[in-house]
């Protein structure tokens, strides 16, 4: 199975700060990595599919990079709404299969 | 609009069952694949089981391989997840999730409210 790994676990920034969360796989998972963002009380939402693509409506201070293992989501400014937790999330479809990474819980300093 | 509703949450004695519904609207739900996510109280997110836009395919997490089934009516576009053998370790959030695609998983666009089940003595 594969493994997805995701740091750190919890981070603290200013308003228009630039904040990164990384997200390791076990294996080569190509570019099959999603970025989802949860506010307490609510369902995901989806924001980056495909290690880099914006989901429609999401805003463009959001992004992702990476490919292979190592992947990189971005908030270039922190904006006192982004507060919430990220979860990265991977797929594989031989033999199908959909992991999480453990979350990334962003606050306001 | 796109909306999924869940139903069927509650309070079940270990070993017992439930069954869980999601009904869809706002989209043509015979055209996508489906998914359960659950997530339990204060921790992350776990996939628990996909279904082909028609049903012909179904795929599971190891956690709840053989005692969860998952299931699709399209003329009610209602999907639906029975639950027997609970566990302790079954309670959580259960959100049901449309995918990208109709018969791959890929990625959750649009997700439910969640309906809580929680499995105890």
């Known amino acids: 199975d594969i493994q997805m790994t995701q740091s750190p676990s919890s981070l603290s920034a200013s308003v228009g700060d630039r904040v990164t969360i990384t997200c390791q796989a076990s294996?080569?998972?190509?570019?099959?990595l999603n970025w989802y963002q949860q506010k307490p009380g609510k369902a995901p939402k989806l924001l980056i599919y495909?290690?880099?693509n914006l989901e429609t409506g999401v805003p463009s201070r959001f992004s992702g990079s990476g490919s292979g293992t190592d992947f990189t989501f971005t908030i270039s400014s922190l904006q006192p709404e982004d507060i919430a937790t990220y979860y990265c999330q991977q797929y594989d479809n031989l033999p199908p299969a959909l992991t999480f990474g453990g979350g990334t819980k962003v606050e306001i300093k | 609009q796109v909306q999924l509703v869940e139903s069927g949450g509650g309070v079940v004695q270990p070993g017992g069952s439930l069954r869980l519904s999601c009904a869809a609207s706002?989209?043509?739900?015979?055209?996508?694949?489906m998914h359960w996510v659950r997530q339990a109280p204060g921790k992350g997110l776990e996939w628990v089981a996909f279904i082909r836009y028609d049903g012909s395919n179904k795929y599971y997490a190891d956690s709840v391989k053989g005692r969860f089934t998952i299931s699709r009516d399209n003329s009610k576009n209602t999907l639906y997840l029975q639950m027997n053998s609970l566990r302790a370790e079954d309670t959580a959030v259960y959100y049901c999730?449309?995918?990208?695609?109709?018969?791959?998983?890929?990625?959750?666009?649009?997700w439910g409210q969640g309906t809580m089940v929680t499995v105890s003595s």
């Open positions: 495909d290690a880099s």
């Open positions: 294996q080569d998972i190509s570019n099959y």
């Open positions: 706002g989209f043509t739900f015979s055209s996508y694949g």
């Open positions: 999730a449309k995918d990208f695609l109709a018969a791959r998983l890929h990625a959750f666009d649009i």
